[in-house]
């Protein structure tokens, strides 16, 4: 708002809603989650460790203590996108003309393109796609129900599916991920306090003794968080090794469109994508061999 991005005619505070707030196991091993619950309540969370590792190790990573205390995962979730161009004064932005993004027709970043490319930059997301996350969107008409990878559009600007009429209630993972053992990586500029600028999210799951399922997902390296299709086909029934691995962040890197939304190079944040992957595989095989 002192950016003159956002000049609403009300603020609204949620804070008092406490309904929205608490984790709450469920009968059939899933857990519900509401969505002003504090990013610091879900990293201490011991259910949410033992059970949805991947969420607890997002969450601790993102800024500091004293934004995890106040920002909430329904905030996480719905968290602007990013890009050098946007993120800038009014009198800054207006120099150079405005942007797709903001007041102006044309990208900075992809010229002659329609598109913006402005880069999602939350932790969380990446990992709550991995755990097959459902959120429930409520208006003054009802609530609805979708899963979270159908939030996100992929537009930088337009780029979540949420009216301004509507909120996000609650948060709900499924009893079925909760086997699942995995990380999270984060490139970001300072360790203490940054967004990141290329993040991974692992998860998998043995039976058996064989790794049974595995699934990646991405941030900050394309206007939505991302899945990484062919993952699971990629890693399922076999034993994790470093070929494996750099394989898996083969894969993860292809589906990386960085542009120059952010402080360091597409191309570095790219590499680093394959590098948190492939680090991500292998610590989240040790995790798994170990439960
Ligand atoms: C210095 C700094 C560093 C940061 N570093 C990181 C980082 O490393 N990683 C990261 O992920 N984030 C980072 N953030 C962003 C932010 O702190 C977190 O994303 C936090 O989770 C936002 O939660 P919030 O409740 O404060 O949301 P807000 O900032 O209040 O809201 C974010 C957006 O979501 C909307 N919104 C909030 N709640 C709801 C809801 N329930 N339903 C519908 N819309 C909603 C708001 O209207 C707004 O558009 C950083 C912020 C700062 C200032
Ligand atoms: S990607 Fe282009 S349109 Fe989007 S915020 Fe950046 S400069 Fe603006």
């Not at 809603?17 to 709450?24: H, K, Q």
């Not at 997002?58 to 995962?73: D, E, F, K, Q």
């Not at 898996?248 to 360091?264: E, F, Q, R």
Request: glycine share 10%; with cysteine; net charge positive.
């Amino acid at each position: 708002m002192r950016q003159k991005l956002f000049e609403p005619e009300y603020m609204l505070d949620l804070r008092g809603i406490s309904a929205l707030r608490g984790i709450r196991p469920q009968p059939d091993g899933g857990v519900e989650i509401g969505a002003l619950t504090s990013l610091r309540a879900i990293e201490r969370s011991d259910f949410l460790r033992l059970h949805y590792p991947v969420l607890t190790g997002a969450a601790a990573t993102v800024a500091s203590p004293v934004l995890r205390n106040m920002g909430t995962i329904g905030g996480n979730i719905c968290l602007d996108t990013r890009c050098l161009w946007y993120n800038q004064s009014l009198t800054w932005r207006k120099g150079c003309g405005f942007c797709i993004k903001k007041d102006g027709d044309l990208c900075h970043v992809a010229p002659g393109g329609t598109k913006c490319w402005a880069a999602f930059s939350a932790d969380t997301p990446p990992a709550l796609l991995c755990l097959n996350a459902e959120i429930e969107i409520a208006n003054a008409c009802g609530t609805r129900r979708l899963p979270l990878r159908d939030f996100y559009t992929g537009l930088g600007d337009d780029y979540r599916q949420l009216q301004p009429n509507e909120l996000v209630t609650r948060i709900f993972l499924p009893g079925s991920m909760a086997g699942y053992r995995g990380v999270y990586r984060k490139l970001r500029v300072r360790g203490s306090i940054d967004y990141p600028l290329a993040g991974v999210a692992v998860v998998m799951k043995r039976s058996n003794g064989h790794l049974a399922d595995a699934r990646i997902g991405i941030t900050a390296v394309n206007p939505a968080p991302l899945l990484v299709k062919g993952a699971s086909e990629l890693l399922s029934g076999k034993a994790v090794d470093q070929a494996l691995a750099e394989a898996a962040g083969d894969l993860a890197a292809k589906i990386c469109k960085p542009l120059t939304t952010s402080a360091l190079t597409p191309e570095y944040r790219r590499e680093m994508i394959r590098v948190f992957t492939k680090r991500a595989v292998l610590a989240a095989a040790q995790m798994s061999d170990r439960n």
